[in-house]
């Protein structure tokens, strides 16, 4: 029986979205961006990284022509791909990590989030004053937009001597509470997160996040892999659903079973970085018996470089998961499928510091499967049909499957 792997590089797209303009992202484009801040001198960094961006094993699959086919461009000069290529059109009416995780799914939100104004305070007096309230606090700090390093370094001293816990937004659908591990202590800001989700359901949030942190100053602060989303469970059935109901195994690595609510898991793997994540995955590939699902995504693209603006972190990120890809190849056998993909972009070029809305790639492997594009896709939801009929499972409510285009190598 079949198995398949999903690999979300969380936040790499690939431009081209036809609705980019109606989110304030017109021409946003973090693949091509990247590749052309790497090509003028931009992602150079001394100790780092220089030159050319490289990704031959995304580029021999169809990375470059995915991303031509995606912004109406000419097919790029060079061999054809050896894997299948193509990209997907979200239709999610948020560009967050919840909506293109869904989507991907099976699960397209076609709902509005409720989001917070770009006012100071951010979040209405009944909502912090209940939590206050309720978590027994001393008070907030922060309440408005802000990047998660900036306002460690702007407001950590202060958290660690008053107690006070640090509360941000974003333009998602986000409530982010930051708070020292040790000063304040782990399970009672998870328990804070807790108390904050279920009094800010009226709002409609997506998902309030705990974000623990560690140092002893402005200049050492640093956020740890502790991190815990407590999101709303998705508003259908997914793919990881249907998954468990015909008995298979789910192993969501990384960030995946906070993203699902853990709805639809059947174990969760996490690791402290990208390259930490990719041996979990790894090893998720070696455990998985036929049949199952591994879903993994990899959020420091997002979180280290997409958000910090940061080409040349991000060129680095990406050029160290590609050297990696061959060992997951390796790992794959006879029936498997592997599905390279994104859940939104944050082009590190582009201004402000939040997601962007793009398209995705859709790159994929597998023995015996055909080197052949699938076109733009309509919805990401083609993903999780094609996926979901690559495991045998029934018919997806949502998406088409293009596993037929794949088959007879």
């Known amino acids: 029986m079949a198995r398949a792997f999903i690999f979300v590089l969380d936040s790499f797209g690939i431009g081209g979205a036809p609705d980019a303009a109606r989110f304030g992202d017109e021409g946003s484009d973090t693949y091509g961006h990247i590749r052309a801040g790497c090509a003028d001198g931009r992602g150079d960094r001394d100790g780092l990284r220089s030159g050319a961006l490289s990704l031959p094993n995304m580029e021999r699959l169809g990375l470059a022509h995915a991303h031509a086919l995606a912004n109406g461009l000419p097919a790029p000069d060079g061999p054809a791909p050896a894997g299948i290529w193509g990209a997907a059109t979200e239709i999610s009416s948020g560009k967050d990590t919840p909506s293109g995780h869904w989507e991907m799914a099976g699960a397209p939100v076609t709902f509005d989030w409720g989001y917070f104004p770009h006012t100071i305070p951010a979040f209405p007096a009944w909502l912090t004053?209940?939590?206050?309230?309720?978590?027994?606090?001393?008070?907030?700090?922060?309440?408005?937009?802000?990047?998660?390093?900036?306002?460690?370094?702007?407001?950590?001293?202060e958290h660690v001597r008053t107690g006070k816990p640090i509360f941000y937004t974003s333009t998602d659908s986000v409530i982010q509470i930051a708070a020292h591990e040790e000063s304040f202590g782990l399970e009672r800001l998870y328990e804070l997160c807790k108390i904050t989700r279920r009094l800010c359901e009226p709002l409609n949030i997506?998902?309030?996040?705990?974000?623990?942190?560690?140092?002893t100053t402005a200049a050492n602060f640093e956020r740890t892999p502790n991190r815990k989303d407590l999101a709303v469970p998705p508003p259908e059935p997914t793919l990881l659903d249907r998954a468990i109901a015909a008995g298979r195994w789910v192993i969501a690595v990384g960030k995946?079973?906070?993203?699902?609510?853990?709805?639809?898991?059947?174990e969760v793997r996490k690791a402290v970085n990208n390259m930490a994540m990719f041996d979990t995955a790894l090893g998720a590939i070696r455990d998985a018996k036929d049949g199952d699902l591994v879903f993994a995504n990899f959020v420091d693209f997002d979180t280290n470089f997409g958000h910090r603006r940061d080409i040349a972190g991000y060129a680095h990120a990406l050029e160290e998961f590609d050297a990696r890809l061959p060992e997951a190849f390796a790992l794959l056998r006879s029936g498997d499928l592997l599905v390279l993909t994104?859940?939104?972009?944050?082009?590190?070029?582009?201004?402000?510091?939040?997601?962007?809305?793009?398209r995705v790639m859709i790159l994929g492997t597998g023995p015996g499967l055909k080197a052949v594009s699938v076109g733009v896709?309509?919805?990401?939801?083609?993903?999780?049909?094609?996926?979901?009929?690559?495991?045998?499972?029934?018919?997806?409510?949502?998406?088409?499957?293009?596993?037929?285009?794949?088959?007879?190598?």
């Open 256 to 266: 995946i079973g906070d993203i699902f609510a853990h709805r639809g898991v059947s």
């Open 342 to 358: 994104a859940d939104h972009g944050n082009d590190p070029s582009y201004r402000g510091t939040d997601h962007t809305r793009e």
């Open 206 to 215: 997506g998902r309030v996040i705990a974000r623990p942190f560690v140092g």
């Open 377 to 409: 896709r309509p919805t990401f939801s083609d993903i999780g049909a094609t996926v979901g009929e690559h495991l045998g499972l029934a018919d997806a409510p949502k998406g088409t499957s293009f596993l037929g285009a794949l088959a007879g190598a």
């Open 129 to 157: 004053d209940a939590i206050v309230a309720e978590a027994k606090l001393p008070g907030v700090l922060g309440n408005k937009h802000a990047s998660g390093t900036g306002i460690i370094e702007e407001y950590g001293e």
